[in-house]
């Protein structure tokens, strides 16, 4: 097995590199670069961030279990799935439409959050609407950190009741954005 994925990796590293799908001459579509050392106190907010992150699996987990268990019991839900797509569809849309965050894909919103802000003074290239600049924006920053909180709220609910639906939809994504 370990052979099959090596070489199914080099296949996907040369493909990757070949056919240039992000425009940016890298094969990885976010790419980080650190201008300076971490230091040691940083550990703790790591670690803070790395159990909230599993008590939000747990959560992930045992209430998608418990939806899982409403799904099979109900009859309308199992004999009209597209109902419950529908609905799920608008649900969601009136809930992501008035959060900035929530209205980008998950790739956007993840390109955004890895982006530095170089250039604080100049806001006339990202319009009022875009992440960009409320993540950039000195004026917006209280607003921006309680907007991203409810994103991040918002997404995670929204993956659990999606999870599992007639929707396909991965997890890899949401996941990245939550880390994010």
Known sequence: ???????CAIIAALTLQ???P???????????IRTHLWNW?????????GIIGGLMGRFFIKLNIYIQRIRKKSNILRKHPILEVLILAFITAILSYPNTFMRKSSTALLADLFNKCE????FTQYSEDSTT????N?????SSIALLFIAGILKLLLSIFTFGSKIPAGLFMPALSAGA
């Open 1 to 7: 097995t370990m052979w099959r994925a090596f070489w």
């Open 18 to 20: 070949s056919l240039n």
């Open 22 to 32: 992000f425009g940016t001459g890298e094969l990885v579509q976010f790419k980080i």
């Open 41 to 49: 106190f940083e550990f703790l907010p790591y670690a803070v961030l």
């Open 119 to 122: 250039d604080h003074e100049n």
């Open 133 to 136: 600049h409320y993540l950039c």
């Open 138 to 142: 000195e004026k917006h920053i209280n």
